[in-house]
């Protein structure tokens, strides 16, 4: 790969990325549009994630990367491949070995630390795009903080369903301003968005936007006083480490209706347990 | 059974390694080349380049090669090479009214000066199989009066240029030399967008969206009565003044496919009823694409012009945002990426609605 540059971009473009998480950071929440290229990996497989990496990974970074949480899913070994064979940086698949983490769809439940990134990949960054579809509206709405109608929306779900019924991309405001769409993480995550010790990234290829928070920024699930926000749990522990309070995955294991519940985060369950520890029996 | 999310690195590696196999067939029927694919997949290859925004003919053959004949997939190959490639300048507007044509026909006017060029096209052929075809050396090219090579005519006046003479249609805004144009693989869109920057995003554009839009626009969904006024095909000399030189240099010669779509317009309070303009204009002979980007481009002039924006097809943002067929592509594919945690989350919200609804909860067996 020595025809590549380090990490693949080239140096005027990851300067140009970097300006825009520079603003992202600056703004918190606020939807940074960028000047995204085109990856050697398709549209939806996390090229705004590959972007942020790409222009903040340094030689001597510890990389991990995560799909579903698990480390070990196809998506996650690319991706982590592409880095290895374009940087020769280390990777890991501990998070806390790790300086940079990117991930899809979950922040690992070890929790973060200061000096940590984590990168987010996004496919739809605007929280207010179900609600209004033209790009110039939202921007609109967003200058003039005008989010009624996210309140609105959830307040239709209580008045039907007696709760919000919005499972993940749980809306959120960043620092009392910018409402956020929190990549789809599920909302059982929002809680770690929350004052986290980590600069949070946030990238969105196709969308050409980046967005950040700061280390120890505020963010708040939006919520009611009566309707409090509040996390999906499980009535079981994990199936192989016992963990309880962790996000579980679920796996059909036979035609009659047999599951394992399973921790969704590979690394932070494999930790729990003694190494070759069998999963229990069926 | 814990192992099916295990070994995905095993897994990529063996369908890198399917694919190449599948890619080449049957290895007793001899390989492709690259020079086959150019010379005789021609359009193929086009529209690989046009949508891939890359003039290189060896390299979209390579990416046709590689991507098994699909052209959405070459299209992405291409686009990921140039996104590493430096730009080091801007051309100079093509002048297409210097075009050495090889077929030029305009369907507003009989006959005009140069004439109609009929050139190379299926427009006439009856769609029958040919069998001859069949075996290899089984049709021979028979001798045709050519319209290439030097007696390619040039400098054939532009129809848009006649009718612009009367007045009869609305003119081109005068080219500024100090206009920026716009680069969409540079700068994120934004909107409203200029034309230029729409331009390029519907020459880069999916064909097949752009015909449904362009189809659209003439079954009524942002109708704009067009005429094709004229339709050339040739080539065409690119030229760059390099800042160190101060004067232009030609670069390169490239085949193109220009439309000039003549639009009816019946005038407004402050402007004279006028024929106004679409743009089309594509690499290579892609004339299908040019004709439908030439009705899109149009329709979405409609603001511009004053007109009741009230379909998909007048809606730069319905239009722009989704003719890309590398975004597209990617964002409905990726559906099959791995969602186990974002679908948990719906299954434990479903199942505790279903409680509080009070429908029995079937046993989870262990």
């Known amino acids: 790969m020595t025809r590549y540059n380090f990490a693949y971009l080239d140096e005027q473009t990851k300067r140009m990325i970097r300006r825009a998480v520079l603003k992202a950071v600056a703004v918190p929440g606020y939807q940074v549009p960028f000047g995204s290229r085109e990856m050697p990996l398709s549209y939806g497989w996390g090229t705004g994630g590959v972007q942020v990496t790409a222009s903040v990974i340094g030689p001597t970074d510890v990389l991990k990367v995560i799909d579903q949480g698990a480390d070990d899913t196809t998506n996650a070994v690319s991706i982590r491949k592409f880095f290895a064979r374009t940087t020769g940086v280390a990777t890991t698949t501990s998070t806390e070995a790790a300086t940079l983490i990117q991930t899809r769809h979950r922040i690992p439940e070890t929790p973060l630390r200061e000096g940590q990134i984590l990168v987010l990949q996004v496919p739809i960054p605007e929280p207010l795009r179900w609600l209004e579809p033209r790009e110039a509206e939202t921007r609109k709405m967003h200058a003039l903080e005008e989010y009624g109608v996210m309140y609105v929306r959830l307040y239709e779900d209580i008045t039907r369903h007696g709760r919000v019924a919005q499972t993940y991309e749980y809306p959120v405001i960043v620092d009392g301003r910018y409402l956020m769409r929190p990549s789809p993480i599920p909302k059982f995550d929002n809680p770690k968005l929350d004052r986290s010790p980590a600069l949070l990234l946030f990238g969105a290829g196709r969308e050409k936007r980046i967005y950040a928070v700061p280390p120890w920024t505020r963010v708040k699930s939006l919520d009611f006083d009566d309707h409090p926000f509040e996390v999906e749990h499980w009535d079981r522990p994990c199936d192989l480490c016992g963990a309880r309070g962790a996000f579980l995955d679920e796996l059909i294991v036979d035609d009659k209706g047999g599951r394992l519940f399973i921790c969704s985060d590979t690394d932070f369950c494999a930790r729990r347990r003694p190494a070759g520890d069998p999963p229990r029996p069926m | ?366």
């Open chain 2, 1 to 366: 059974m814990y192992v099916a999310v295990k070994g995905g690195e095993r897994a990529i590696d063996n369908a890198h390694r399917l694919l190449a196999r599948e890619r080449r067939g049957d290895p007793s029927v001899p390989e492709l080349s690259l020079a086959q694919i150019e010379q005789q997949l021609a359009l193929a290859v086009d529209r690989v380049m046009v949508e891939g925004s890359l003039h290189d003919r060896a390299l979209a053959a390579l990416a046709v090669k590689q991507s098994r004949g699909d052209l959405i997939e070459a299209i992405f190959l291409l686009r990921a090479y140039r996104t590493t490639l430096p730009r080091l300048g801007v051309s100079l507007p093509l002048d297409t009214a210097a075009m050495a044509v090889h077929r030029r026909v305009s369907a507003i006017f009989k006959d005009l000066p140069g004439g109609q060029i009929l050139g190379p096209t299926f427009d006439y052929t009856h769609r029958l199989l040919d069998f001859e075809l069949a075996d290899p050396g089984g049709a021979p090219a028979s001798p045709a009066e050519d319209g290439r090579g030097p007696q390619a005519q040039t400098s054939l006046p532009r129809v848009m240029d006649l009718l612009d003479r009367e007045g009869l249609i609305e003119s081109e805004p005068p080219a500024r030399d100090d206009a920026r144009v716009g680069d969409l693989t540079r700068e994120p869109l934004t909107f409203p967008s200029g034309r230029d920057v729409r331009l390029q995003n519907l020459a880069r554009g999916d064909e097949g969206f752009l015909l449904a839009m362009g189809y659209a626009t003439q079954r009524g969904y942002g109708r704009n009565h067009p005429f094709a006024g004229e339709i050339r095909h040739g080539e065409v000399t690119v030229s760059l003044t390099p800042e160190e030189l101060g004067f232009p240099v030609e670069i390169a010669t490239i085949t193109v496919t220009e439309c000039q779509m003549v639009n009816q317009f019946k005038g407004s309070a402050t402007s004279p009823a006028q024929f106004t303009r679409g743009y089309g204009l594509v690499f290579g002979g892609a004339e299908r694409k040019a004709m439908a980007m030439a009705l899109v481009d149009r329709a979405l002039r409609g603001r511009e012009l004053g007109e009741e924006v009230s379909s998909p097809t007048q809606d730069e943002e319905f239009v722009l945002s989704h003719s890309d067929s590398i975004e597209a592509s990617g964002f409905v594919q990726h559906l099959k990426l791995p969602h186990y945690v974002d679908f948990q989350s719906e299954l434990v919200l479903v199942r505790d609605l279903r409680a509080a609804h009070g429908t029995p909860r079937a046993p989870v067996v262990q």
